[in-house]
């Protein structure tokens, strides 16, 4: 079975305890963000389950800034056991490709550090940190 991003945000959210999820919506809604970015409002966040926030957060960060948020937002909040299980289901995500194999024709899950690339549809976006982000040698910077 192919893992997606979106997989693996609702499996974090869902290992967090009732109280961690609740702490995890409120500093989503407080976290700084990427100037391009807006934040999701506090009541669309509200009376919302685990896969309601993953899809808002993909809906308004997309997949590489939406899991760049999530692991800052998990780290904030101390969950840094969950922020590891989901650097670790990331690397499964298939999605996540090294652009020399794009060229290549190959989409093997990255390994090293080279520049990412999100594979969708034909599109193409870099993500030259997001593999250094998963292994945790890289903080997020606002």
Request: hydrophobic residues 35%; positive net charge; proline residues 2%.
């Amino acid at each position: 079975m192919r893992v997606t991003v979106r997989d693996a945000l609702v499996t974090a959210l869902e290992n967090l305890k009732k109280n961690g999820f609740k702490k995890f919506q409120a500093k989503l809604c407080d976290i700084d963000i990427r100037e391009r970015y807006r934040k999701i409002p506090r009541s669309h966040l509200e009376d919302k389950n685990r896969s309601d926030v993953a899809d808002l957060i993909r809906t308004y960060y997309k997949d590489v800034y939406g899991v760049e948020l999530t692991l800052a937002v998990l780290d904030a909040i101390n969950e840094k056991l969950v922020a590891e299980e989901l650097r670790r289901d990331l690397k499964k995500v298939e999605r996540f490709v090294r652009q020399s194999e794009i060229q290549e024709g190959k989409t093997t899950a990255p390994t090293g550090e080279e520049e990412l690339c999100v594979c969708s549809m034909g599109a193409r976006q870099k993500v030259g940190r997001f593999d250094r982000l998963v292994e945790g040698l890289e903080p997020l910077s606002g």
